[in-house]
């Protein structure tokens, strides 16, 4: 389990310092509410990134660090991904564009996103609230929907339901 997210920001560091190109990165799941402190740990990282290019980048500079590549079980059938990166605590999983059959990472998540790290190649972004929340309700994963609950009972403003309803519905 990871329980900071600056062990998140040590990851993000090493990986820097083996790709050759810039990349944005998008954070979409439970790193983000660890980065809110809306939740106290999370056991996987889920990245998603704009082209194939940019996953084999990514997945190259995982292996360059130790990480290696699991099957994944039953509860990640329908993300889209076949392949759990591991090492350690970590477990990374990766994306492009889409996640689930029914999610992909639209220009409008894509712009709304926040740009919490920024290193040499690699920028950080950490999709908002209310993107997680629909990836989440997509997902059979434990937790998922804990996570959910927690992201609508927000103390300082729960979720923006128009913009859920706007990315989902409406596009």
């Known amino acids: ?20 190109n ?3 990165i998008y954070t979409i799941g ?3 509410l660890l980065y809110q402190g809306l939740k106290s740990a999370t056991k996987d990282i889920d990245l998603v990134v704009n082209d194939k290019k940019e996953l084999i980048e990514i997945e190259n500079a995982l292996m360059k ?11 990640y059938r329908n993300l889209n991904t076949h392949y759990l990166w591991v090492k350690d605590e970590f477990k990374v999983d990766m994306f492009v564009k889409k996640v689930c059959s029914k999610f992909s990472l639209s220009e409008h998540m ?3 996103a926040r740009k919490v ?13 209310e993107d997680v929340f629909l990836f989440k309700t997509m997902t059979e994963r434990e937790g998922d929907l804990q996570d959910c609950e927690s992201l609508s009972k927000r103390a300082d403003h729960g979720l923006d339901w128009n913009s859920i309803y706007e990315e989902h519905f409406i596009k």
């Open 117 to 129: 790290l920024t290193l040499d190649k690699l920028s950080i972004f950490l999709c908002l609230n």
């Open 30 to 32: 439970g790193a983000v």
């Open 22 to 24: 810039k990349i944005n």
């Open 65 to 75: 660090r130790g990480f290696v590549k699991n099957k994944v079980g039953n509860e």
């Open 1 to 20: 389990m990871i329980s900071n997210f600056k062990q998140i920001e040590e990851l993000f560091n090493e990986l820097d310092k083996v790709v050759k």
């Open 110 to 112: 894509i712009k709304r």
